[in-house]
């Protein structure tokens, strides 16, 4: 039993570390480049340190105003001993996102194992969580939405355990329940319904035992009243309008063909909701190139591998079949799953459905659970060495694929829209900003053209580990007019650069697009450096008037 | 049939307004008579007194609409496939004595009309032996019959190798596509570009990538999403679906008490093959070829609506019939009131404002 035990734990670590290699390796090269939400969570971050005030001078704030889309706490609160320990660096932006997607591996083998009592489902299941293309891509960049499904699983996990055990649990999942909506957006219209779904259907069960859920909902109440009232009372409301469905794009051009603004539009909104929802059992988002790893295109990558099809499939008739305990809790996660993504103005996106990843790959799971049985069963051996050379073939060329994906194209495809370039041009300037009287970046970027705005003042802060407490409490200057982009702190300026008028400006060092500062217009030695992105095309001009 | 009309003006007139003339009145008939004859399947394989639900549902559901008004060519082939359908449920069932004739007349039309059903038959008669749904000896005098008619087809195509070359790639698009062929030399090159041309050339080239684009095609036809929803428009402009969501719940049911039965769970899988003309049309899916295999979706969801109707005594099946009904008919008058108020507007939008439908 011991022995039985130790080799248990061994394997465990064994696909941590598997999984821990393929999160933490080279994550400051890839993704090429910290996006405005990273360094925005890290600049507020080790200004909490610091002066335990976020930059707008809020005392210990429970929501990040950021740049007006008032973030959540608690990401950049867990990167807080990051900073502390390794400095405010690209790294010790991405740990916590990367170690919460390590213990996942370690917390869903536990899951797996305490609901099935199977160690068989346990191994598998933590295995193809570790390796997971879905998981290991949101994992290696600081994704709100990743630590929240982590505390998601711990929440439902106690749901359950509150169900069967003591009222402790009833704690614990409450507690892991309103930490997810301190996390991220799109828990907080899943919690509620999750749990008022999975309350009941388990009424049953729990009609006999209403004390443990008293305790339950009222410590709910208790912790999440605090993020209740910014949701809809503070800034955050802001976010939630800018989001909703009634927004969307193919809903106003298409389908009632205006804006969204009366109740006639209700029933086709419904409709229109009903098409979304269901769309999320598409083919090409589940297996094909759903994830947002490269530019769009007929094969990429899914929330699952390719090779998993005859998995997923296997597990849904297993899952519908088979005796499943606490089957009825699952079906609620999955149905009130989609809902927070199926009411977005966006398109299907698998980072907003990271609160699902315990019961996709458990249905997965069960699938290759299944099969490997069936497979067992096979009695002529050239078939089962046949079957199982060309699985394992399958099996290698789609992790090929998916590794040259992830380690090649990912970097070239989406640098631009990870802001890639400006780390190495205020690292350029703090190397030489003091022979000028004047730094001026100018936002606008693009390779097709200049229709990226981005937000280097929060790049500036970051890479020059700008004094918090200069800068919450010195004279800032902003434009005269709203429609005018103009921000300027110290010697940074923030503005759009116009070089028939700038040309003329002497010792200001200009930072900016080939769409601002066009080569033809620079005389010999103004362009001083020229900052690219991993495929090859121009991010940034570096120039100053001669 | 009255209400069929009533519908059927409803949609006709406010989508195209066109006048009436020679093709819509064979095609709009065309569309009574696959009704009619997937009535007639429903009649022996579900239950005589309830097929009426079959023929409610296809009434109710615009899908046929929208391609009677198109004059879809595959809503003419549906034809022949019905035949064939019909004259295999004889055969199985031992009734009548047409079974062998409606197999002959469908497959003769079918090949005659489009050069893609001779593999296709082909596939789905194999299947059919294979899975041992009918067995060979009561099909070799059909297929014998079939193969001989077929011998003026073989005499033509020779004569006319170009012209039978281009109606396949007419009928087969599936490779035209150039984003798959530019995916395959962008992610080889930049492989390239990082010395791993290797790996690139093992797991990133055109037979992979087309391998995983008709699998991709093949499972998107038999997703929900495809049938309920107007993900796919109608005619590439519609906002109304093929058929009404509310009947999801009923197709659910129906496919679960389907795959409990073996036989069933075959006939299913043999049916799969009437959506290779929609994998092997250019886009992902093609509701206009998909025509093909609504039968097999209007016969579960009406298996699944017949079932839930006899145990509506239960206050589970009770509820369910009673929100399919309060869907569907919320559906159907949210759709009419649509059509009247928007469809046109969505169609000039898609094939612009000058868009003119010749006259003879």
């Known amino acids: 039993m011991k022995k039985d035990k130790l080799r248990l734990i061994i394997v465990v670590v064994l696909i941590t570390i598997i999984g821990g290699f393929l999160r933490l390796y080279k994550i400051t090269k890839n993704p090429p480049s910290l996006t405005g939400d990273e360094i925005s969570f890290g600049y507020s971050a080790y200004s909490v340190l610091k002066t335990g005030r976020d930059e707008y001078g809020k005392f210990l704030p429970l929501v990040f105003e950021s740049v007006g889309d008032y973030k959540n706490p608690l990401p950049a609160y867990l990167m807080i001993p990051s900073i502390k320990l390794f400095g405010l660096n690209e790294f010790a932006v991405r740990f916590p996102n990367a170690l919460m997607g390590i213990i996942s591996i370690v917390i869903f083998f536990l899951f797996l194992q305490d609901i099935f009592k199977s160690k068989k489902i346990a191994l598998i299941g933590s295995l193809m969580l570790s390796i997971s293309a879905w998981h290991i891509f949101y994992s290696r960049f600081a994704y709100e939405t990743l630590t929240a499904s982590l505390f998601v699983l711990l929440g439902i996990w106690g749901f359950i355990k509150m169900l069967k055990g003591n009222t402790y649990w009833a704690i614990f999942s409450a507690f892991f329940f309103t930490l997810t909506m301190y996390t991220a957006f799109a828990p907080r219209l899943f919690i509620p319904a999750f749990i008022l779904g999975a309350l009941a259907v388990s009424f049953p069960k729990t009609k006999k035992d209403w004390k443990k859920i008293i305790i339950f909902l009222t410590t709910c109440v208790v912790l999440g009243l605090p993020i209740a009232y910014v949701t809809f009372f503070g800034g955050a409301n802001t976010r939630l309008q800018m989001v909703f469905l009634g927004n969307d794009i193919e809903f106003s051009r298409h389908v009632i063909l205006k804006y969204f603004n009366s109740i006639s539009d209700l029933p086709l909104l419904f409709f229109f909701w009903i098409k979304r929802y269901i769309s999320y059992l598409n083919p090409s988002f589940l297996f094909f190139n759903s994830l947002d790893a490269t530019l769009p295109s007929p094969i990429g990558l899914g929330i699952l591998y390719i090779y998993e099809i005859p998995f997923f499939i296997a597990g849904v008739i297993a899952f519908i079949k088979n005796k499943i305990p606490y089957k009825s809790i699952f079906i609620v996660w999955i149905l009130t799953g989609i809902l927070p993504d199926s009411l977005t103005n966006n398109q299907q996106h698998t980072g907003r459905l990271l609160h699902l990843f315990p019961v996709i790959m458990m249905i997965s799971t069960l699938g290759a659970v299944e099969l490997y049985n069936q497979f067992k069963k096979i009695k002529l051996k050239w078939v089962k060495f046949l079957t199982a050379f060309v699985f394992g073939i399958a099996v290698i060329i789609v992790l090929i694929h998916a590794f040259l994906i992830i380690s090649v194209n990912f970097p070239r495809d989406k640098g631009e829209s990870f802001d890639e370039g400006w780390r190495e041009s205020v690292q350029y300037v703090i190397n030489n900003q003091d022979k000028y009287t004047e730094i001026v970046f100018d936002p606008v970027r693009g390779i097709d053209g200049p229709n990226m705005v981005s937000n280097p003042f929060l790049y500036v802060l970051f890479y020059t580990k700008y004094d918090p407490l200069t800068y919450q409490t010195e004279t800032k200057i902003f434009g005269e007019n709203t429609s005018e982009y103009y921000y300027k702190f110290g010697k940074y300026t923030f503005r759009h650069i116009y070089w028939p008028k700038d040309k003329d400006n002497k010792g200001v060092l200009f930072v900016g697009s080939p769409w601002s500062l066009q080569k033809e217009n620079l005389k010999d030695g103004e362009l001083i450096k020229e900052i690219e992105l991993t495929n090859g095309f121009s991010a940034f001009y570096i120039v100053t008037p001669k | ?360």
């Open chain 2, 1 to 360: 049939m009255f209400p069929y009309y009533t519908l059927k003006n409803l949609f006709f007139v406010e989508i195209i307004g066109r006048h009436f003339y020679l093709p819509n009145s064979f095609y709009i008939p065309l569309a009574l008579i696959n009704a009619i004859l997937i009535y007639n399947l429903a009649k022996k394989i579900l239950d005589r007194k309830l097929a009426n639900i079959t023929l409610l549902i296809i009434v109710i559901s615009p899908w046929f609409y929208y391609l009677s008004v198109a004059h879809s060519f595959y809503l003419f082939l549906l034809f022949p496939v019905l035949l064939i359908t019909l004259g295999l449920v004889n055969i199985i069932k031992k009734e009548g004595n047409f079974g062998n004739l409606f197999i002959i007349l469908g497959s003769l039309i079918a090949i005659y009309s489009s050069v893609l059903f001779l593999p296709l038959l082909t596939l789905i008669f194999m299947a059919i032996i294979f899975l041992k749904i009918v067995s060979f000896s009561n099909l070799k005098k059909p297929i014998i019959i079939i193969l001989l008619f077929c011998l003026p087809l073989l005499f033509f195509a020779n004569k006319n190798k170009v012209g039978f070359i281009n109606s396949f790639k007419q009928e087969s698009k599936i490779f035209l596509d150039p984003g798959l062929i530019n995916s395959v030399n962008k992610y080889q090159g930049a492989a390239e570009a990082n010395g791993l041309k290797i790996f690139s050339r093992i797991s990133e080239n055109k037979y992979l990538f087309y391998t995983e684009e008709i699998l991709n095609k093949y499972l998107s036809q038999l997703v929900p999403e495809t049938y309920f929803t107007p993900k796919y428009k109608l005619l590439n402009f519609s906002f109304s679906p093929p058929i009404f969501i509310g009947f999801l719940i009923p197709f659910f049911y129906g496919l679960y008490l389907s795959l409990k039965k073996p036989i069933i769970a075959k006939v299913l899988l043999v049916s799969t093959i009437l959506t290779i003309p929609s994998v092997l049309a250019k886009d992902m899916v093609s509701l206009n070829r998909l025509v093909l295999f609504s039968p097999v979706l209007f016969l579960i969801i009406s298996y699944g609506l017949i079932e839930i109707y006899k145990n509506r005594k239960k206050i589970v099946f009770r509820n369910l019939l009673i929100l399919t009904s309060i869907l569907v008919i919320f559906q159907l008058l949210v759709t009419i009131s649509d059509i009247k108020l928007r469809e046109n507007s969505r169609f000039e939008s898609y094939f612009g404002i000058n868009y003119e439908i010749a006259e003879p």
